[in-house]
């Protein structure tokens, strides 16, 4: 049997109801064309899977019993996975059938495209942040903190119209090719929550692959529907940062990003007050 076009890998953490939506705008279309859809329940307890079963029973279910975060849960999908291109897709994300082609179709254009996303929209059609960005190097975070103190805005146009290579682009919608896939590996299941997606367009473009933003596709994305509690997402959020560092740059790095982010915070009390 030949291998699908397209795997869609959908990861859903209790979003049962969201999961069977984001289903419905592709998941028709895209069985009839022959894709393979993939949703891991990762440990829900909304009884997902079994809605997704009796709803949409052509796609594939795959269950944790327990959410062993973002990108571990995609991991169960990417080894099911078969298509010559996977699609990343979080829950809250709203896309068509024929949205979903024109991102594939953009790898099949541009052979030396490893990864790609589309433009982030909200519900009510406004680009969304971080949709993409660049590496978490020092000096760039330095930039950032200077400039969210100061109120001047992010260093990044979320706005442009063309697409753009990139350093990464988020894991809510990512769109790659298997053969960048069996290059350079899986996500890093350390990585719970945050940076996994950092960390994985970097090894691909260490690689020499490409990594681009493309905003001429959109995708609608709800966001934060999954995310832990605030707190908790910090301190998830900092793990991660400390990881990619300690993965990726000398020590002297990791030893000065800790205490950048502790004069940060002290700073950052201090705006809020003023």
Known sequence: MASPPVSVI???YNTRDL???C???FAPEALAAG???IV???GSQDETASAVNQKFPQVEVVRSEENRG???GNNLG???AQGEVILLMNSDVLASFGVLSALTAFLDTNPQVGALSPRLCTHEGAPQAFAYGSDPTLGYLLRRGLHRLLGRGPLHDWTIETPIEVDWVSGACLCVRRETLEQVGLLDERFFLYFEDNDWCLRMRQAGWKVMYVPTVAVIHLGGRSEPERRAAGRHYRESLRH???KHYAPPATWLLSAALGVYDVLLRLSRRA
Do not use: P
């Open 70 to 72: 973002f990108a571990a």
């Open 23 to 25: 289903l419905e705008h």
């Open 40 to 42: 891991v329940d990762n």
């Open 35 to 37: 894709w393979q859809v």
């Open 244 to 246: 990619f560092y300690q």
């Open 19 to 21: 999961t069977l939506t």
């Open 10 to 12: 959908v990861l859903s």
């Open 78 to 80: 990417l080894a099911q």
